[in-house]
């Protein structure tokens, strides 16, 4: 008689392999984010971790950049990635190195 956990082991490799068939064939990743760089919205809510209904309103007040085609959202992942950046805070030692090339560029001269 066959070792069960053989066999089990053999049909859970068999399901991994078929899943990541299905993953690639789908441009989804196993955390369910797309992979293309066009997205729907369900696709953008799990991308931003934010809710459909959120992004919905953003959408409505032009706050993020999408497409529409009929009734149809779509973003592309570029658009969206320098969207989230945009509003980058500059660190503390970011703004000391322009503090610091703006005073050697521009010497303040005493009369």
């Given amino acids: ?3 069960p956990f053989e066999i089990i082991n053999q049909r859970l490799e068999r399901i991994e392999a078929l ?3 299905i993953y690639r064939a789908s441009n989804i990743n196993e ?3 797309a992979t293309t760089p066009i997205m729907n919205i369900k696709q953008l809510s799990a991308y931003l971790d934010l809710s459909v209904s959120a992004l ?3 959408t409505s007040t032009k706050e993020i950049p999408h497409a529409k085609r009929g009734k149809r959202l779509y973003f592309d992942k570029k658009d969206i990635d320098a969207w989230v950046l945009e509003n980058k805070v ?3 030692s970011n703004i000391e190195r322009m503090a610091t090339e703006y005073i050697l560029k521009n010497p ?3 009369p």
């Fill in 1 to 3: 008689m066959e070792n």
């Fill in 56 to 58: 919905y309103k953003m």
């Fill in 19 to 21: 899943l990541e068939n």
């Fill in 108 to 110: 303040v001269k005493f």
């Fill in 90 to 92: 500059t660190t503390t």
């Fill in 31 to 33: 955390t369910g984010i």
